[in-house]
């Protein structure tokens, strides 16, 4: 038996055995993890895929994280905010193709305006949907009163992304500013599960200064956490920040694809049935990497629904993928996928079953 089959096959993993998984070094070995993963999904989740709309509101940002595209002072990027009409034919559109969520994101701003906006947008959602919906907002870091004021106006679901869990590395990703401060970061995830939001987080896999080790401690951070959903990807080098500068130390873009299949499919073996999606950072390495990524362990997908005449802007990385393919063409693309994985489109909201199972006791 292959050591990795025994580390696999483990009650509890320790950080060691996270190190020794992430590190295989051949695809025999890569793919008995992987396919644990599936067997742990199939037997906790199923073989169901949930669609999340994904509604990228706007790209304005008041930050200047070192990785992102739209940070701030990049002024090579155009910078749009979708009127809610707009944003309210989306809703619509997505509950007509069977879709029983959306995902809200945007560059981060906090200011009274932008919550108020928020508020009433939610308030119009809640108005047509006759609360056969369910709303995730990744909205970044906000107070908890504004957190408090989202989650009553109908939003149940929140996403934030830890970025990296080991705090030196998240500073030298960051400006080391009150504004981006790990700390700060960290509370909010705190702040979102006290109010009742299925919270999610992730980080990014391949950064630049990131070890096996660092990773390892991301997924120990988000089981420490009892985080219920997790969005994780590949980073991808974008020309227009600082961190580009880095990008000969990289690990190479197919490493860090088989990276991240390895991050989801050891999280699905740690926290067995918690919502995890396969992202589009996947696809843009590989065309099939939103497949792989649920056959690796993840069961969710979060097709792009943001109207086409705003997609290029919102240009976290190169090469983001999706950005021709209409809301039209994205639903019958992400059948297609979900297809060919083998599974098949789930029906319900999707609530994660680890938070539900939590809300019992
Ligand atoms: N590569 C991959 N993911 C990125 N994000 C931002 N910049 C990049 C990049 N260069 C991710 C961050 C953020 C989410 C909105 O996009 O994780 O939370
Ligand atoms: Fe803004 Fe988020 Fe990009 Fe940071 S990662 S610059 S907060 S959009």
């Known amino acids: 038996m292959l050591p990795i089959q025994e580390i696999v096959e483990k009650e509890n993993l320790t950080k060691e055995d996270i190190v020794t998984l992430l590190t295989v070094k051949t695809k025999e070995e890569q793919d008995v993890l992987l396919q644990k993963a599936n067997a742990v999904k199939e037997q906790f989740v199923g073989k169901k895929v949930y669609l999340r709309g994904l509604i990228e509101l706007s790209n304005i940002c008041g930050k200047n994280c070192f990785y992102c595209g739209i940070r701030a002072e990049n002024n090579n990027t155009k910078r749009?905010?979708?009127?809610?009409?707009?944003?309210v034919e989306v809703i619509r559109f997505a509950k007509s193709n069977q879709f029983s969520s959306v995902v809200i994101q945007s560059?981060?701003?906090?200011?009274?305006?932008?919550?108020?906006?928020?508020t009433r947008l939610l308030e119009k959602i809640q108005n047509i949907s006759e609360e056969q919906f369910r709303v995730t907002l990744s909205l970044g870091e906000q107070s908890e009163e504004t957190y408090r004021e989202w989650y009553n106006a109908g939003a149940q679901r929140y996403l934030l992304r830890i970025e990296s869990s080991d705090r030196e590395l998240y500073r030298t990703l960051h400006p080391n500013n009150k504004l981006h401060d790990y700390e700060a970061r960290l509370k909010c995830?705190?702040?979102?599960?006290r109010i009742g939001y299925q919270a999610g987080t992730g980080v990014m896999i391949g950064l630049p200064f990131q070890t096996f080790e660092?990773?390892?401690?991301?997924?120990?951070?988000?089981?420490?956490?009892?985080?219920?959903?997790?969005?994780?990807?590949?980073?991808?080098?974008?020309?227009?920040?600082?961190?580009?500068?880095?990008?000969?130390?990289?690990l190479p873009i197919k490493d860090r694809f088989d990276l991240s299949l390895r991050m989801i499919a050891i999280l699905r073996i740690l926290m067995k049935d918690i919502n995890i999606a396969s992202t589009t950072a996947l696809q843009s390495i590989d065309p099939e990497g939103r497949e792989k990524g649920l056959l690796a362990g993840a069961n969710v997908l979060m097709?792009?629904?943001?109207?086409?005449?705003?997609?290029d802007n919102y240009m976290l990385y190169e090469n983001k993928p999706g950005v021709f393919q209409d809301e039209e063409e994205s639903v019958v693309y992400i059948k297609k996928v979900v297809n060919s994985a083998g599974e098949e489109i789930?029906?319900?909201?999707?609530?994660?079953?680890h938070f539900k199972k939590k809300r019992q006791f």
């Open 346 to 353: 789930a029906q319900d909201y999707g609530d994660s079953l």
């Open 303 to 311: 097709p792009n629904l943001t109207p086409l005449k705003y997609r």
């Open 214 to 250: 660092n990773l390892a401690d991301d997924l120990l951070f988000m089981k420490n956490l009892d985080i219920d959903m997790v969005g994780m990807g590949p980073y991808i080098e974008h020309e227009d920040t600082p961190l580009y500068q880095y990008r000969e130390s990289l």
């Open 189 to 193: 995830l705190q702040v979102l599960k």
């Open 80 to 87: 749009y905010n979708i009127p809610d009409e707009e944003v």
């Open 107 to 118: 560059g981060e701003l906090c200011n009274f305006a932008f919550t108020k906006r928020i």
